[in-house]
């Protein structure tokens, strides 16, 4: 196997020709890498087929709505080598979000299954029944079996072709396509396996759905890169986490937004340290989870910030303090206040890693290189031009910079809550929340003053909301010392299930636009000193309104 870096995803997988290592498992079946290849290339041929027969001049994007199953593995690579695009469609959407995701990115043949299929019957999604293709079809078999073709790239296919169109989880506006070409994805499979030690005999345990880029680009392709071993599961359990990670052997494995927390909240046991993990890597996990996991199954893991549109703005340093991303990638990575331009000051943090100077230190996380990693998003040209300014990548996140020159993450930019004239960050609040050993996840967002501004409202998930001890939460939020009185949640919304993305990260849109306006137990902070809150009633729901009528101000987002 050769040991020489790629341009392409195409090339990296004919690499893989005739490699006899494990490239793909499940708990019922395993192939080789060379396996893999050659059912990458038979699906290839078939896309090839079907597109010079219906739509030669249309876009050569396929939809793929599958759970984590090796059909969508073997698709990925019949894109690469066909040089097609494909649409990971995410399942947990609603019926038109799913049929608008269709007709934007321009889907022109679906993969999916008969469950797949039973939905998209119902939406209006333009694809006449020819576009699709059902992989538990006997006739699915039967149209592969005509292209086992020796593996082969197509003509025209370079770094330069448009491999992924992925969606964007959606947690605070509207999802948007980014694109993703077999170079950037190359580039990030190399990147990665750099910066977290990916190497041939890893078994990487593929939990998150592969519509997201997460799986993709953290996993799937640096596994390609080297030629380690791929094992799904069709969809992330808690609860079989550890029997998976044990019947494959993992090494290393992926998550996202609330998967840790689930992890964390099933029942401890003596032996759970007894497993092959060494490491994982994530997103948006607490330093109290990430900590917690790391004593309780004796693995590593690497907490990282990062998009789907841009590549990685901070590298790891084993010197860095807890919360912190590391150190900035580059000089070009800076902290700027949005109106301004300017850069902003470096944070002062106290004794608990509060940080003093919010107002001065917080701002957009900018990639002064960035505009040159980021491809643009597909048929959005004024989301593309609020990303790109300057010459520069525009994160839309948070963040600030300490003395020493640490990079720490502060949430999005739609997590900023002015309350009283000062800003408040969602994702401090969330990490204090999370700490609570009542709560196995929570969401802070801001909802109307009546009169003006914002206030705080946190979404706890919990085992039972009925039993829910409001007293001892109260008590322990008066025991956090770097909440802060405004940072304190003035609503608390307590749920057996927070609404979430397909990729595991709170909907706090929906939560948001909901408000207090929902049958789940919704507390409220009832005069003024230590918090006190009192479940609100039918009654409250309508003085309340009331009083935003009062004012003027709107109810409803």
């Not at 027969?53 to 690469?80: E, Q, T, Y």
């Not at 947990?92 to 608008?100: D, H, K, S, V």
Request: charged share 25%; net charge negative; hydrophobic share 40%.
């Amino acid at each position: 196997m050769t040991s020489v870096r790629r341009d392409d995803v195409a090339t990296m997988l004919l690499d893989r020709l005739g490699d006899p290592h494990p490239g793909l498992r499940t708990r019922d079946h395993d192939w080789s890498w060379d396996e893999v290849v050659r059912e990458s290339a038979a699906r290839a041929g078939l896309a090839l087929q079907l597109r010079e027969r219906n739509f030669r001049a249309a876009p050569f994007h396929i939809g793929v709505l599958l759970d984590n199953v090796p059909d969508f593995v073997f698709w990925l690579g019949a894109a690469a080598l066909s040089g097609a695009t494909i649409v990971g469609l995410n399942p947990t959407r609603g019926a038109a979000e799913l049929a608008a995701d269709i007709r934007h990115a321009d889907c022109r043949l679906i993969v999916t299954d008969a469950p797949g299929m039973g939905r998209l019957q119902e939406l209006d999604h333009g694809l006449d029944p020819s576009r699709f293709l059902l992989v538990d079809d006997p006739g699915y078999s039967q149209q592969l079996e005509q292209h086992q073709a020796p593996p082969s790239i197509a003509a025209g296919v370079d770094a330069r072709s448009l491999l992924l169109l992925l969606f964007t989880s959606g947690t605070t506006g509207v999802s948007k396509a980014v694109k993703c070409s077999q170079g950037r994805l190359a580039r990030i499979a190399y990147a990665a396996t750099d910066k977290y030690g990916h190497h041939r005999g890893d078994v990487d345990y593929c939990c998150m759905p592969l519509f997201h880029g997460n799986a993709i680009m953290a996993l799937w392709a640096p596994a390609l890169a080297n030629g380690a071993t791929v094992c799904l599961t069709p969809k992330f359990s808690a609860a079989g986490f550890l029997p998976d990670v044990r019947f494959f052997g993992a090494t290393f494995f992926t998550y996202v937004g609330k998967a840790l927390a689930y992890l964390l909240a099933t029942p401890q046991r003596a032996d759970d340290a007894d497993n092959t993990l060494t490491r994982g890597f994530g997103t948006e996990a607490s330093p109290e989870d990430q900590n917690e996991f790391r004593r309780r199954f004796a693995a590593e893991l690497f907490e990282g910030y990062g998009s789907s549109e841009g590549g990685a703005v901070a590298t790891p340093d084993p010197a860095a303090p807890a919360g912190a991303l590391g150190r900035p990638a580059h000089p070009g990575v800076v902290i700027v206040e949005p109106d301004s331009l300017n850069r902003c000051p470096a944070a002062i943090l106290d004794a608990q890693g509060k940080v003093l100077n919010p107002d001065e230190a917080i701002g957009e996380i900018v990639d002064q290189r960035g505009a040159r990693d980021f491809e643009g998003y597909y048929r959005n040209d004024a989301a593309e031009a609020e990303r790109v300014r300057n010459g520069w990548y525009w994160s839309g996140d948070l963040g600030y910079l300490d003395g020493d020159g640490f990079l720490y993450f502060a949430g999005r930019r739609g997590d900023w809550i002015r309350v009283d004239g000062e800003n408040i960050s969602a994702l401090n609040i969330e990490r204090v929340i999370r700490r609570c050993p009542d709560v196995i996840t929570a969401g802070v967002f801001g909802v109307p003053d009546p009169r003006s501004g914002d206030q705080v409202m946190a979404a706890v998930e919990v085992a039972d909301p009925e039993t829910f001890d409001i007293e001892g939460f109260t008590a322990f939020l008066a025991a956090q010392h770097d909440l802060g009185a405004k940072g304190t949640p003035r609503f608390v919304r307590v749920s057996a299930s927070l609404p979430a993305t397909g990729s595991n990260k709170v909907l706090k849109r929906d939560l948001q636009a909901q408000r207090w306006h929902t049958a789940e137990p919704v507390y409220r902070w009832a005069g003024r000193g230590r918090p006190q809150y009192r479940r609100m009633t039918d009654a409250d729901r309508q003085t309340l309104d009331a009083e935003f009528a009062k004012h003027g101000r709107k109810v409803h987002a």
